[in-house]
């Protein structure tokens, strides 16, 4: 616990699912967030539940596609704490659906948000941690980016990606700044709803109900990394239901 205490974390697409669990677990274990969501009414709540706690946490709203929102999230860190230690990129968004459906909207919305999203928050955060000799870079990416299904052939596309660019950032990190990827399986959070193939939305909907773990095992994977010692780093954490194959 003593890893974590009065860490600066900023934590993206944190209204809901594993990046709300994320939120609350570092904050009962003394983190200080700074929290960025598309939605202002979940987060805000989240703020509120928080310092109801006695934790401490501010707020932005934060659309990951626009470069200038992350570069904000990340100045926020620094007006208000006077620095920032670790940056969870866990905004996504899985807009499932066979190719057949040429659904040519929702792919670029699954590579403006997975990937690009990604990118412009290493393009914020990365001069800050230079700066300050240290910081922490964890990506939610997914165990689509193990094993391509038919339906997630995009989605697969972009979390492969994700786990790429963070291999790469990890290579040219240098000793004093570390990367990790944590990929979720099945968890219970909305993600199916987000498909607008129904077929599709209720087969990912029942698997769900059946197997999937709940998001504060992705946030206790996340909290494993953060609260190692500045000399260990966590590369990769693969975290999935034990009935899901």
Not at 26 to 50: C, F, H, N, P, T
Not at 79 to 108: C, K, Q
Not at 209 to 221: E, L, M
Request: aromatic share 4%.
């Amino acid at each position: 616990m003593h890893g974590i205490r009065d860490k600066v974390v900023a934590i993206t697409g944190a209204g809901s699912g594993i990046g709300e669990a994320t939120a609350l677990l570092l904050a009962e274990r003394g983190a200080r967030l700074v929290l960025g969501a598309r939605r202002s009414e979940r987060l805000e709540a989240v703020v509120s539940r928080i310092k109801e706690a006695g934790g401490e946490a501010v707020r932005l709203r934060t659309d990951v596609t626009r470069r200038d929102d992350l570069r904000a999230l990340v100045a926020l860190a620094g007006d208000r704490f006077g620095r920032l230690d670790v940056l969870v990129s866990n905004a996504g968004v899985g807009t499932i659906s066979p190719l057949d459906d040429l659904r040519v909207d929702e792919w670029d919305r699954m590579v403006d948000v997975n990937v690009k999203g990604l990118l412009h928050g290493i393009g914020a955060a990365l001069p800050v941690f230079r700066a300050q000799g240290s910081g922490h870079f964890v990506t939610t990416a997914s165990t689509a980016a193990f094993r391509v299904v038919p339906n997630m052939a995009v989605y697969a596309g972009t979390k492969l990606a994700v786990r790429a660019i963070c291999e790469g950032l990890r290579q040219e990190a240098g000793e004093c700044l570390r990367v990790t990827t944590v990929s979720p399986g099945v968890t219970a959070t909305d993600f199916a709803e987000a498909s607008t193939n129904s077929q599709v939305r209720a087969e990912i909907t029942a698997m769900r109900d059946r197997i999937a773990i709940p998001p504060d095992a992705i946030a206790r994977a996340i909290a494993f990394a953060v609260e190692q010692p500045p000399t260990v780093d966590v590369n990769e954490i693969v975290v999935r239901p034990t009935a899901q194959s």
